[in-house]
């Protein structure tokens, strides 16, 4: 078994170009006064201090008005969101705070509860999960920490569960290839975590959280300003969680972890305009599932499934106005080290992650533009297997324009060029209009992407890399992703609907084979499908806001079709049900009390690979949420899956015969932990 270790991880680098506005902006002028400031200062922050949102949204009711505040920077060129013609979905420091009630150790369920994305695991052994975005994979979704890929280029599965909310103050989705602004590893879209700021006073908050399947989080973050220029934040978490088998079946369906993390984040204004920030950080985990002491699987061997994990980041950004200019620089670097067991097997290896980026930007009366330089590493080493070693060296070339032909029509075009060291010469194009006429918003976007492939889909991280046959004579993944936007308010009644369609050529899947020619199935080996992957869906969401009392509900179709390279069967996509939705009700006022009600359905998802169902069934995910406040203490409770779903009271979730990629467990199509109830208090430190 891997030796346990508990390292530092050095996380940093955020983002120079984004920071905190210092107001709220509610007037139609003011609003064109901040997207007049964009232009000068070109990259803003996106989300202004948390007391100025709540302030504003006890002075306004209507939602759209709090809205005109955010700029975007994951777009790059910081407009104001209503003024964006690429459709940008927000999550604000409120929701955030809520989520972080109901799971403060990771941001799974943040981002899951947002229409069109979906949480998918992809190790039900150890629990870790990726980010699935209107259907595609979620090895095609990019995820950014303030604009940087501090979790990797590509980052891994486990990593989603690594990350607390406490010091977020947004997050930024985009749906689509994104590849036009961050390359190969942003094929399906990007999530853009935006960091806190410190505000002009220190301010502290502590979390203490526990469930009822032994589980515990202590979070804490610090922040205050040092002097005219400087300011600093601190966060903290330790988190653990014990091995839980519900179905007495000798299997964990709770993996087992302890993890501990920190980020210490330094700001920096300068006297003539220039911005710094950079960030360091740690994390480090022990995380144990698999069968439990003294049972076996059905070949009579236990099966010991663990993985402890070390990963450190750095990254500085530097932003310097010129004349009617900004020059902009930054880089960050990742390293994160794996030790695996699978049973008797142990696999060491080691990521690495590199970017070192510099850009110029400016504007006209009628144009904002960027065009910069990029050069990105991205490395695997493993011990165990070295035939799976590689180094992609990517440099590139990336441009964008915003031209507002009048009030009511912008139009943005992108391009990046990519010179892989591996797959070659890459062009990501992307297009995207806004018009909005009177009380209307409608978006348009067309864009081209490709991902490289690596040894990592779904079914290796949850297996390993042991029965995996050396890669030979992949080629790159494409895409064309289209969508179109049209929204409309009516007085506190916000409405959306979204129509989008994507095609994948190339994608990559596991093929199983002998080992030698005429006997048993026993390995696979990773291939490009011969036939084109389309995806068609669309999402409606409705939102209303009356007081203290708001209320969301969403729709998401979904049509998918694959023709696998295995069998040469059409079918739909696996684990992508045809039919999801949500709804979302929360009485709340700020500094008093909290009360909501949530529910999300499932709807039907082929199964592949699984001997006891070609079907998932449908349901249904409720909870409840009640929190009060008094003075600087709040205290919170919180119940999930009031129905009790849980996959293993349908089927086993061990499979018969370990299958040829190595794995035991058949995927996760439903929930996996049954009812559960978290409580705990949060106290707010500082005025």
């Given at each position: 078994m891997p030796k346990k270790n508990s390292f530092l991880v050095v996380s940093a680098i955020s983002l120079l170009n984004y920071f905190p506005l210092s107001h709220s902006y509610s007037s139609q002028s003011e609003s064109q006064a901040l997207d007049q400031q964009s232009k000068t200062n070109i990259v803003a922050e996106s989300y202004p201090q948390e007391t100025n949102l709540h302030e504003h949204e006890h002075e306004h009711e209507h939602q759209h008005e709090s809205a005109e505040t955010l700029v975007i920077q994951a777009t790059r060129l910081g407009r104001v969101v209503d003024d964006e013609p690429i459709r940008v979905e927000l999550i604000n420091r409120e929701e955030i705070e809520e989520k972080a009630l109901m799971r403060p150790g990771n941001i799974s369920m943040l981002v899951a509860e947002t229409g069109g994305v979906r949480v998918q695991t992809t190790s039900p052994a150890l629990g870790s999960a990726n980010i699935r975005l209107q259907a595609l994979y979620g090895r095609y979704?990019?995820?950014?920490?303030?604009?940087?890929?501090?979790?990797?280029?590509?980052?891994?599965?486990?990593?989603?569960?690594?990350?607390?909310?406490?010091?977020?103050?947004?997050v930024e989705i985009i749906k689509g290839s994104a590849s036009s602004l961050y390359g190969g590893s942003a094929l399906g879209g990007v999530i853009n975590l935006i960091s806190r700021r410190p505000k002009e006073e220190f301010e502290g908050e502590v979390l203490l959280n526990f469930t009822s399947r032994d589980g515990q989080d202590l979070t804490t973050y610090f922040a205050m300003p040092k002097d005219e220029n400087f300011s600093s934040s601190l966060t903290v978490g330790v988190h653990s969680q014990s091995k839980q088998d519900l179905d007495s079946d000798g299997w964990a369906d709770l993996a087992g972890y302890e993890r501990i993390s920190a980020r210490p984040r330094l700001f920096w204004n300068g006297d003539n305009g220039q911005r710094a920030y950079a960030t360091l950080g740690m994390m480090t985990e022990q995380r144990d599932g698999g069968t439990l002491p003294g049972r076996v699987l059905n070949d009579g061997n236990p099966f010991q499934r663990s993985l402890d994990s070390e990963r450190y980041d750095l990254g500085?950004?530097?932003?310097?106005?010129?004349?009617?200019?900004?020059?902009?620089?930054?880089?960050?670097?990742?390293?994160?080290?794996?030790?695996?067991?699978?049973?008797?097997?142990?696999?060491?290896?080691?990521?690495?992650?590199?970017?070192?980026?510099?850009?110029?930007?400016?504007?006209?009366?009628?144009?904002?533009?960027?065009?910069?330089?990029?050069?990105?590493?991205?490395?695997?080493?493993?011990?165990?297997?070295?035939?799976?070693?590689?180094?992609?060296?990517?440099?590139?070339?990336?441009?964008?324009?915003?031209?507002?032909?009048?009030?009511?029509?912008?139009?943005?075009?992108?391009?990046?060029?990519?010179?892989?060291?591996?797959?070659?010469?890459?062009?990501?194009?992307?297009?995207?209009?806004?018009?909005?006429?009177?009380?209307?918003?409608?978006?348009?976007?067309?864009?081209?992407?490709?991902?490289?492939?690596?040894?990592?889909?779904?079914?290796?991280?949850?297996?390993?890399?042991?029965?995996?046959?050396?890669?030979?004579?992949?080629?790159?993944?494409?895409?064309?992703?289209?969508?179109?936007?049209?929204?409309?308010?009516?007085?506190?009644?916000?409405?959306?609907?979204?129509?989008?369609?994507?095609?994948?050529?190339?994608?990559?899947?596991?093929?199983?084979?002998?080992?030698?020619?005429?006997?048993?199935?026993?390995?696979?080996?990773?291939?490009?499908?011969?036939?084109?992957?389309?995806?068609?869906?669309?999402?409606?969401?409705?939102?209303?806001?009356?007081?203290?009392?708001?209320?969301?509900?969403?729709?998401?179709?979904?049509?998918?079709?694959?023709?696998?390279?295995?069998?040469?069967?059409?079918?739909?996509?696996?684990?992508?049900?045809?039919?999801?939705?949500?709804?979302?009700?929360?009485?709340?006022?700020?500094?008093?009390?909290?009360?909501?009600?949530?529910?999300?359905?499932?709807?039907?998802?082929?199964?592949?690979?699984?001997?006891?169902?070609?079907?998932?069934?449908?349901?249904?995910?409720?909870?409840?949420?009640?929190?009060?406040?008094?003075?600087?203490?709040?205290?919170?409770?919180?119940?999930?899956?009031?129905?009790?779903?849980?996959?293993?009271?349908?089927?086993?979730?061990?499979?018969?015969?370990?299958?040829?990629?190595?794995?035991?467990?058949?995927?996760?199509?439903?929930?996996?932990?049954?009812?559960?109830?978290?409580?705990?208090?949060?106290?707010?430190l500082g005025n």
């Amino acid at each position: 078994m891997p030796k346990k270790n508990s390292f530092l991880v050095v996380s940093a680098i955020s983002l120079l170009n984004y920071f905190p506005l210092s107001h709220s902006y509610s007037s139609q002028s003011e609003s064109q006064a901040l997207d007049q400031q964009s232009k000068t200062n070109i990259v803003a922050e996106s989300y202004p201090q948390e007391t100025n949102l709540h302030e504003h949204e006890h002075e306004h009711e209507h939602q759209h008005e709090s809205a005109e505040t955010l700029v975007i920077q994951a777009t790059r060129l910081g407009r104001v969101v209503d003024d964006e013609p690429i459709r940008v979905e927000l999550i604000n420091r409120e929701e955030i705070e809520e989520k972080a009630l109901m799971r403060p150790g990771n941001i799974s369920m943040l981002v899951a509860e947002t229409g069109g994305v979906r949480v998918q695991t992809t190790s039900p052994a150890l629990g870790s999960a990726n980010i699935r975005l209107q259907a595609l994979y979620g090895r095609y979704t990019q995820l950014l920490s303030d604009g940087l890929p501090l979790y990797g280029g590509q980052t891994a599965s486990i990593g989603l569960l690594q990350i607390p909310p406490t010091d977020i103050a947004g997050v930024e989705i985009i749906k689509g290839s994104a590849s036009s602004l961050y390359g190969g590893s942003a094929l399906g879209g990007v999530i853009n975590l935006i960091s806190r700021r410190p505000k002009e006073e220190f301010e502290g908050e502590v979390l203490l959280n526990f469930t009822s399947r032994d589980g515990q989080d202590l979070t804490t973050y610090f922040a205050m300003p040092k002097d005219e220029n400087f300011s600093s934040s601190l966060t903290v978490g330790v988190h653990s969680q014990s091995k839980q088998d519900l179905d007495s079946d000798g299997w964990a369906d709770l993996a087992g972890y302890e993890r501990i993390s920190a980020r210490p984040r330094l700001f920096w204004n300068g006297d003539n305009g220039q911005r710094a920030y950079a960030t360091l950080g740690m994390m480090t985990e022990q995380r144990d599932g698999g069968t439990l002491p003294g049972r076996v699987l059905n070949d009579g061997n236990p099966f010991q499934r663990s993985l402890d994990s070390e990963r450190y980041d750095l990254g500085v950004v530097y932003d310097q106005p010129l004349t009617e200019m900004n020059w902009n620089a930054r880089a960050s670097i990742m390293d994160q080290k794996h030790e695996h067991q699978f049973g008797t097997t142990d696999e060491l290896d080691e990521h690495r992650s590199i970017l070192i980026e510099t850009s110029l930007s400016g504007y006209t009366k009628q144009s904002n533009w960027v065009v910069g330089v990029a050069l990105q590493s991205e490395e695997f080493q493993s011990d165990t297997f070295p035939v799976f070693n590689y180094s992609y060296d990517i440099p590139g070339l990336f441009s964008q324009v915003d031209y507002d032909f009048s009030d009511e029509i912008v139009a943005a075009l992108s391009g990046r060029i990519d010179w892989h060291s591996e797959y070659g010469t890459q062009f990501s194009p992307r297009i995207s209009i806004l018009f909005k006429p009177d009380d209307w918003t409608i978006r348009g976007s067309y864009g081209q992407g490709y991902y490289a492939p690596t040894p990592f889909v779904e079914d290796i991280e949850a297996a390993g890399l042991s029965r995996l046959a050396p890669l030979a004579a992949l080629k790159e993944e494409q895409a064309e992703t289209y969508s179109l936007d049209i929204n409309y308010d009516i007085g506190k009644v916000e409405t959306g609907v979204t129509f989008f369609s994507s095609v994948v050529d190339g994608v990559t899947e596991l093929e199983p084979i002998a080992s030698i020619s005429g006997g048993a199935i026993d390995r696979v080996r990773l291939i490009n499908s011969v036939e084109e992957s389309r995806i068609n869906g669309s999402e409606v969401l409705l939102r209303y806001k009356s007081g203290h009392f708001k209320l969301t509900a969403s729709y998401v179709f979904l049509d998918s079709n694959r023709k696998s390279a295995v069998d040469a069967r059409s079918s739909e996509i696996p684990l992508t049900p045809r039919h999801s939705a949500g709804f979302v009700a929360m009485w709340e006022e700020h500094g008093s009390y909290r009360l909501g009600l949530e529910a999300y359905y499932t709807g039907e998802q082929l199964l592949e690979s699984n001997p006891y169902r070609n079907e998932s069934k449908p349901y249904w995910h409720l909870g409840l949420l009640g929190e009060i406040t008094v003075g600087k203490i709040s205290w919170f409770v919180n119940a999930e899956n009031l129905l009790n779903i849980r996959q293993t009271k349908e089927d086993p979730l061990l499979l018969l015969e370990r299958a040829p990629s190595g794995r035991w467990t058949t995927d996760i199509w439903s929930r996996n932990d049954g009812f559960i109830v978290n409580a705990g208090f949060r106290v707010r430190l500082g005025n």
